[in-house]
């Protein structure tokens, strides 16, 4: 173990982030941290740097561990050139080099025990020099400056002159070029081109040292990734496996956490109804029962709704016209910006139905092309035809087609005046804006925020060709989720520009490369791409109740007749009470026969109560064992059981209560 978080907990005022996060890291583990905007992810990474302090737990660092962090906003000011800036990283090898060199140059002069002392130490640094790769120092520098895009001619260019987004890279590269035991990122492929990206994930795959990044880039992750962990309201969940499985094992998981949320939530309420008909009897003995599971009731820990993305969230996209088959026809294309030419002489073909991908290195002219084709931008010589009945939707990086002075809400309802409020915060929530946010200015958004009002808008576009620019920068994995499924599913026909490669790889039919001013034609999604580019370039294969008893009985009358004139009325009236008595007998003799019955019926209820309880009793026991917990198979059986012999006891209680009236 070289890291651990141990039962990590942080708050910012009422705002529970992280809530008992425990886990640990081993030597060369690659983790990978992830989780919906705002659950916490960075938070994470700055209290395992020191910079924020948890309200509870601690972090365990194993001694002596070096810790390299790149963080998402930095402040970054170099007051060097690139080449320079990054040599300085190999300083201690280039000082050991030097003081090598220097002995090298003592031997000659010394002699006896002052030359053994030379040699000696000479043997040590040299040894030490071999460790360090010292030999290899100065292409380690220059293949970290190459991954990262920046070609020979960059190396004099000052830093302070770069972009952020350069100088980002060169702090990357420096961490990555010190080698710490431990390389934390976050968000690291935010500023690199596809190739730029694919290069880091071959150095960090291949780094002897642990690495922990932070990011939405989950082809990045599934290629890095041996282990996820997943901060998820507030909790910390850990999958050993990369980016597939644990997307495979959150589904599982989720649904089964889902159902013995429902069941125990059915549970609570069925339980509730049978103390409400138990407080109805009003006789003591329900009355007590009654009690007793309101008791039990309490102390059920009741779960957490597991969060999931609610069915409303999912977008639909209809075209509302079907276009021609031919869709976007363009012939010899060429653009320039003053002596940068671009591309020139281009071709390509868009049919109806099919979702092409066009990728390419920054700089290459992608973006230009699809605002060439949105007659944005000028083309300089070429030919570009749409197909008939083809109506454009499109989504760019600028976002040009908002409102800056209306809300959120405006912007959408007022382009889309048919949709009724529910729909319209539903396709915002999908886009995470959710409550007051609706409300806010178009011009008082960040540029993310925008980009996903653009989006949220597009998505209600009733187009039959839909032109994106880096349509998921700026979401969440959850909202790329629900962009991914909505495009997959669309029948109408999709160009785009993206360098989020399992974005690519989900919704993608084809692939265009832009590559050395040409483009290249993949039929197929970003594997297929990638498993055969290099054929295509020429380049060779790569791969219990009491019982109250009832008793009763009558006396016979005694007649005494005297008189003769009354013997026949005295003989009738003896016949008939005698007849009478024998009546009388014969129905106290039903009635003690029925009361036997009755007791006896009620002593079997009252038997079968006690019995039916002791089973309720065990089965609540066991839907409340922790082991059964993310059992939902078994946690089905219990609690049918369970309602079964509840509806049993409720008429039992009826039964008995009956018999006793």
């Known amino acids: 173990m070289i890291l651990a978080c141990q039962n990590i907990s942080k708050s910012f005022g009422i705002n529970e982030i992280l809530k008992d996060i425990s886990f640990h890291i081993e030597?060369?583990?690659?983790?990978?941290?992830?989780?919906?905007?705002?659950?916490?992810?960075?938070?994470?990474?700055?209290?395992?740097m020191g910079e924020e302090l948890p309200d509870s737990g601690?972090?365990?660092?194993?001694?002596?561990?070096?810790?390299?962090?790149?963080?998402?906003?930095?402040?970054?000011?170099?007051?060097?050139?690139?080449?320079?800036?990054?040599?300085?990283?190999?300083?201690?090898?280039i000082e050991l080099e030097a003081s090598i060199r220097q002995l090298e140059l003592d031997m000659k002069h010394a002699e006896g025990e002052e030359l053994e002392r030379i040699m000696e130490n000479y043997n040590r640094l040299s040894s030490k020099y071999d460790r360090e790769n010292g030999y290899a120092y100065e292409s380690e520098v220059t293949g970290v400056l190459k991954g990262l895009g920046f070609d020979k001619a960059d190396y004099d260019r000052?830093?302070?002159?770069?972009?952020?987004?350069?100088?980002?890279?060169?702090?990357?590269?420096?961490?990555?070029?010190?080698?710490?035991?431990?390389?934390?990122?976050?968000?690291?492929?935010?500023?690199?081109d596809m190739n730029s990206i694919s290069w880091l994930e071959g150095f960090l795959a291949s780094y002897q040292?642990?690495?922990?990044?932070?990011?939405?880039?989950?082809?990045?992750?599934d290629k890095i990734a041996t282990k996820v962990i997943e901060i998820?309201?507030?909790?910390?969940?850990?999958?050993?496996?990369?980016?597939?499985?644990?997307?495979?094992?959150?589904?599982?998981?989720?649904?089964?956490?889902?159902?013995?949320?429902?069941?125990?939530?059915?549970?609570?309420?069925?339980?509730?109804?049978?103390?409400?008909?138990?407080?109805?009897?009003?006789?003591?003995?329900?009355?007590?029962?009654?009690?007793?599971?309101?008791?039990?009731l309490d102390k059920i820990e009741v779960l957490d709704k597991p969060t999931e993305v609610a069915s409303e969230m999912r977008l639909s996209l209809t075209p509302s016209v079907e276009s021609g088959n031919d869709v976007l026809t363009i012939t010899a294309l060429s653009k320039s910006f003053g002596n940068n030419t671009l591309f020139s002489n281009l071709d390509m073909d868009i049919k109806r139905g099919e979702h092409v991908a066009l990728i390419g290195g920054n700089g290459t002219g992608k973006t230009t092309i699809l605002k060439i084709i949105n007659r944005l931008v000028a083309k300089d010589e070429g030919n570009i035809a749409l197909g008939s009945r083809v109506k454009v939707g499109y989504y760019d990086q600028e976002h040009q087609v908002l409102s800056l002075h209306k809300t959120i809400f405006e912007e959408i309802s007022d382009s889309y005046p048919d949709l009724n409020n529910t729909k319209i915060r539903n396709v915002l929530a999908a886009f995470l804006f959710t409550g007051d946010d609706v409300f806010k200015k178009i011009g008082d958004l960040s540029g993310g925020e925008r980009g996903r009002v653009s989006l949220a808008k597009l998505m209600l576009s009733p187009a039959n060709f839909l032109i994106l620019d880096e349509p998921t920068n700026h979401l969440d994995i959850q909202s790329k989720e629900i962009l991914e499924e909505a495009i997959r599913n669309y029948t109408g026909t999709v160009l785009f520009v993206s360098h989020d490669r399992y974005f690519i790889n989900k919704v993608s039919s084809r692939i265009i490369e832009?590559?050395?001013?040409?483009?290249?034609?993949?039929?197929?999604?970003?594997?297929?791409?990638?498993?055969?580019?290099?054929?295509?370039?020429?380049?060779?294969?790569?791969?219990?109740?009491?019982?109250?008893?009832?008793?009763?009985?009558?006396?016979?009358?005694?007649?005494?007749?005297?008189?003769?004139?009354?013997?026949t009325q005295a003989s009738n009236n003896s016949i008939s009470g005698l007849s009478s008595s024998k009546e009388d007998y014969l129905k106290n003799k039903e009635e003690q026969a029925r009361l036997r019955k009755i007791a006896n019926e009620l002593k079997k209820t009252e038997a079968r109560i006690a019995e039916v309880e002791s089973l309720i009793e065990k089965l609540n026991d066991e839907i409340n064992d922790p082991a059964n917990a993310t059992n939902?198979?078994?946690?089905?059986?219990?609690?049918?059981?369970?309602?079964?012999?509840?509806?049993?006891?409720l008429e039992l209680y009826e039964k008995f209560y009956e018999l006793e009236g």
């Open 632 to 649: 939902s198979h078994k946690l089905g059986e219990l609690a049918a059981e369970l309602e079964k012999y509840d509806t049993e006891l």
């Open 58 to 93: 601690q972090i365990v660092v194993a001694k002596d561990t070096t810790i390299g962090y790149l963080s998402q906003h930095q402040d970054i000011s170099f007051d060097n050139t690139i080449y320079a800036e990054m040599l300085d990283t190999k300083k201690h090898i």
């Open 232 to 296: 998820d309201n507030t909790k910390g969940i850990v999958y050993h496996g990369n980016y597939t499985y644990y997307s495979k094992k959150r589904g599982e998981i989720r649904a089964s956490m889902m159902k013995a949320y429902l069941n125990q939530q059915a549970e609570i309420k069925h339980q509730e109804e049978v103390i409400a008909k138990l407080k109805q009897f009003n006789r003591e003995k329900s009355i007590k029962r009654a009690e007793s599971r309101e008791k039990m």
């Open 158 to 192: 000052h830093i302070n002159t770069l972009s952020g987004g350069q100088k980002m890279r060169i702090a990357l590269g420096r961490l990555l070029l010190t080698k710490p035991d431990i390389i934390i990122l976050d968000e690291p492929t935010n500023h690199l």
């Open 209 to 221: 040292g642990s690495v922990i990044i932070v990011s939405h880039d989950r082809y990045f992750i």
């Open 514 to 567: 832009l590559k050395d001013k040409q483009l290249y034609n993949f039929i197929g999604n970003y594997d297929y791409y990638e498993s055969h580019r290099d054929n295509v370039y020429g380049v060779a294969d790569k791969k219990a109740n009491p019982f109250t008893s009832v008793s009763g009985g009558s006396a016979l009358p005694a007649n005494n007749i005297s008189t003769t004139d009354n013997l």
């Open 27 to 48: 030597e060369k583990e690659k983790v990978a941290i992830v989780g919906i905007n705002g659950s916490g992810k960075t938070t994470l990474l700055k209290i395992i």
